[in-house]
């Protein structure tokens, strides 16, 4: 494919949470590479507060007037199911669910209400399983299907006044992970990006020189290769942003084995510290496999030296 214009014809995009940002690029791009997209978006604040039709319908607008197809849809990602329904309504078939929309609902852990907290987890958990579980029978069915979940550097590292988000974030990793290896069988390909760009989420907390090198456009060439059918990669984790594209990976440290005779205890522990955190020599695990592995090799080992 490398050299050719990547092209979407004849399939339908769900993009959720479309009616701004990075969901707005995500939608005008495939709709300007032939595919039918499902323009999805509640409408509400950046915290999650209010709801409406206009932000979604600007987008459809935008991509009809220039000849594309797309069809709007005003419901929270928790109605996941509707999304869908309003895809197969219009077009017949999904073939791509884009999982984006998001909120933040920033506070320091200890002034955090349980509103906060079960907000993000309804948005950005919630919505991206009942988007990916009304998707999957389709998906399975025809054999075909590309989901990209929206993860966070937020959720890869923590960030300060985002608790409810960090972990909303980085639980986009695991479901990604696991529906990666589900849909292998069935040609559905799962990837997760933590993307950085300038959007209203972040408008209020970069400078205006910053935002002008996170431009939201600079995001989408990664998506679409990772949608489009000619790709084999799933189960990945990617940082995008500002053009900068790489892919994250588990790396695990030499380790320290604690054997029968040290007696397993903390002081035996603290003793062999060193190799826990010793990454001079790293290994690269991609499964709980390797773990297990790594205690048949030790195992076999003869005693330590006293
Ligand atoms: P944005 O606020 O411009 O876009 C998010 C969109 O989602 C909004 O249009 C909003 O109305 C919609 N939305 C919110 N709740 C919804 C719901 N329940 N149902 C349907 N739609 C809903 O922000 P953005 O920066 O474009 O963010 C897109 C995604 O990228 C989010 O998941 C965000 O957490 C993630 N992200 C963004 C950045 C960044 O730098 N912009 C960094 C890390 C992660």
Redesign the pocket.
Known sequence: MAGEQLRYDGQTVVV????????RAYALFFASRGANVVV?????S?K?EGGGSK?ADAVVNEITSAGGKATANY????NGDKIIETAIKAYGRVDVLIN?????RDISFKNMKDQDWDLIMK??VV?AYKCARAAWPHFRKQKYGRVIN?????GLFGSFGQTN?SAA?LAQVGFTETLAKEGAKYNIHANVI?????????ATVMPPEVLDK?K?EWVVPLVAVLVHKSSEETGSIFEV?GGHIAKLRWQRAKGTLLRADDSFTPAALLKKWDGVADFSEPSYPTGPANFMELLEDAHKLPPNDP
């Open positions: 959720t949470g479309a009616g701004g940002g990075l969901g999805n978006d509640l409408g509400g950046f999650g932000a419901d929270s990602v928790e984006n929309a998001g909120i933040l948005v950005h919505g929206t993860a966070s550097a937020a988000y974030k933590a993307p950085i760009a300038a959007s209203r989420m972040t996170l939201p942003g």
